[in-house]
């Protein structure tokens, strides 16, 4: 089974941009009700549409004030235990981020790195790809962020 996800953020001056659990030294960071961690989001939203759970909106709603500045690892957390409880375990996540500015290919491997130990899988059943949106609309002109995320689950067989 496979679920695919999608989350956009503002950036602004002044906030933390944080990708798979990694603090990226920027001078913009995402705007968000939680921590704004764009690719744990887009994740989060591919594991659960692929056991068809809704999306992270749904589980954490932006309304509820316990939310509020939320570490995205802890929504992950709860979303893995969701999985394993509905009968499945993760394979692989494939992810694109579309963001302007920092260049993030330096980075790439720390990230892997981070977001694998978080899904509890191996390196090389995560991927991280970084690209620019060619200094077209609000990526391009680095007013936002954008991950798409495709993760693969499947039952658990005893």
Do not use: W
């Not at 939310?67 to 957390?77: A, H, P, Q, R």
């Amino acid at each position: 089974m496979v679920g695919f996800g999608y989350d956009l953020h503002r950036l602004v001056e002044g906030e933390s941009l944080i990708l798979g659990g990694v603090e990226i030294e920027s001078p913009i960071g995402t705007l968000a009700h939680s921590d704004g961690d764009v690719l744990l989001h887009a994740i989060i939203d591919a594991i659960l549409g692929s056991i068809g759970e809704g999306d992270i909106g749904e589980h954490f709603p932006d309304t509820e004030s316990a939310n509020k500045n939320l570490d995205s690892k802890v929504m992950l957390g709860y979303t893995l235990d969701l999985l394993k409880a509905k009968g499945f375990e993760l394979v692989n996540s494939d992810n694109t981020i579309v963001l302007e500015k920092p260049k993030l290919s330096p980075l790439k491997e720390e990230i892997r790195s981070s977001v694998a130990k978080l899904l509890g899988l191996q390196n090389n059943r995560v991927n991280i790809k970084a690209t620019t949106n060619e200094k077209q609309d609000s990526m391009g002109k680095s007013e936002s962020i954008v991950v798409y995320s495709i993760c693969q689950v499947k039952e658990i067989t005893n």
